[in-house]
């Protein structure tokens, strides 16, 4: 797939001298005051606009082509994440940098999206949400480990990279920023690959422990809704409490997550096989309510409740499936419950698909061999991402990798440790540099 940049000629290069052991990277200095920089941008999403146009300027600045694009949703392909629901696309750009290589390697593409979400309570943190306040080797701020962090761990890469091959290398190395990952998962990768931009392969930037993880969940977004009848809290009696009825959905949930840890006979054998790679987290398959809304007026009882959620899939789980098993379980715990008396809707408003890469696959190999006795042990990741959107759309050999942990992300005193970082991004350099030099499979440039 050719990548379009705007205003650029990308003029063939030849390969330079191997990249030195271990990559020369920016001072510490640098590196802090980039993620600074990146941090005080509050690009909570709707409001990435800001913080992605800095960085193409950045990039041009050092000598990056860069591309920078709005695109406009109805333009886009059909796929499922066109008709989730999400903040609309104006004003939101995409933007992909590119180091421009000779064309006679494969090519790989960081993705990171650009948007966080929001510190709504600072004063509940300790260090201002959008200072990078350091302490410690640890830089505090929302977005330090989702995913501005990882997304610094790139970029370093990229600098070492440019510096080391000053003829560039075989292959293109590219970084596409994208608008949306919290809002509705896929949508901004969309874009990117809707503009032209291809690889042969992908690393999505997420906290991972700066292990390489070879899996990503898919996963459901759901809204439930319980109707009861409203009357007023003195004859309540008389009426039914909505509330009532979510009590024992709430419930029900936490049931299922525990029933859904074994698979059903019926399921595919490449789940069975994907659940190995998730097998050390607690649940294999998690619902998380986070909204539940409800009540219209003070003193009476709940005509309607609702809750929102995500439930978390194992990558080859098939969607439409578990969407009829969630929604048939649920149904039936609560009519045992009430005795059919609950009057429940169930709807889902967004999907996104997992990945999974086969640890055998050359670019999985071409990974452990250039990270050395650092190789991963390959697992998955325990969260949807971006990582689905081109596994599932071309096949293209993708990993999930970046410094940080998910037990930092969206909490408050979010942090990364900035040697992570920075170790992160010398490894990453490595894998690259492997990469590029392999030979492309079909002779033309993606």
């Known amino acids: 797939m050719e990548a379009t940049t705007t205003g650029y000629n990308i003029r063939s290069r030849t390969a330079g001298k191997p990249l030195a052991s271990p990559p020369c990277l920016p001072p510490l200095d640098q590196t802090r005051q980039l993620l600074q920089k990146l941090i005080s941008f509050q690009s909570v999403s709707g409001g990435e606009a800001p913080m992605v146009r800095y960085l193409a300027q950045w990039a041009m600045d050092r000598g990056f082509l860069a591309d920078c694009f709005e695109t406009d949703e109805a333009t886009l392909p059909a796929h499922p994440c066109t ?41 509940t943190w300790q260090h201002s949400p959008w200072a990078g306040e350091l302490e410690n080797d640890h830089l505090y701020g929302r977005g330090a480990c989702d995913t501005k962090g990882p997304l610094v761990s790139a970029l370093l890469a990229m600098c070492e990279l440019k510096s080391a091959y000053p003829d560039g290398l075989p292959g293109d190395v590219l970084l596409e920023i994208i608008p949306g990952e919290e809002d509705c998962v896929g949508l901004g990768t969309l874009t990117s690959v809707h503009r032209g931009v291809g690889a042969d392969a992908v690393i999505i930037l997420e906290p991972t422990e700066s292990k390489p993880r070879c899996a990503s969940r898919g996963g459901l977004r759901f809204r439930i809704t319980l109707r009861g009848k409203a009357v007023h809290g003195t004859v309540k009696w008389l009426g039914h409490d909505a509330l009532t009825d979510m009590r024992l959905a709430l419930e029900a949930l936490d049931d299922m997550q525990i029933a859904f840890q074994s698979l059903p006979h019926d399921i595919s054998p490449h789940s069975r096989d994907a659940s190995k790679l998730f097998a050390g987290y607690p649940f294999m398959r998690p619902i998380t309510v986070d909204r539940i809304q409800g009540g219209n007026w003070q003193g009476m009882l709940m005509e309607e409740a609702t809750c929102e959620g995500y439930f978390e899939l194992l990558p080859t789980d098939d969607l439409p499936d578990w969407r009829e098993i969630f929604t048939r379980e649920l149904q039936r715990r609560l009519a045992t419950q009430t005795g059919g008396r609950a009057n429940c809707r169930i709807g889902f408003i967004e999907e996104y698909a997992g990945h999974l890469t086969d640890p055998d696959d050359v670019f999985c190999h071409t990974v452990s061999q250039a990270m050395g006795e650092q190789a991963p042990d390959w697992q998955g990741f325990n969260s949807g991402c971006e990582a689905g959107l081109r596994w599932g759309l071309f096949g293209t050999p993708t990993l999930v990798w970046g410094p940080g942990s998910l037990a930092q992300a969206h909490g408050a005193d979010e942090y990364i440790n900035i040697q992570d970082v920075r170790k992160t991004a010398m490894d990453m350099a490595q894998v690259a540099a492997a990469w590029t030099k392999l030979p492309t499979q079909d002779g033309r440039k993606k």
């Open 83 to 123: 008709k989730a629901k999400h903040i609309p696309l104006a004003g939101r750009p995409s933007l992909v940098i590119r180091l421009a290589g000779s064309g006679t390697g494969r090519t790989l593409l960081f993705n990171a999206h650009s948007d966080v979400v929001d510190a709504p309570k600072p004063e």
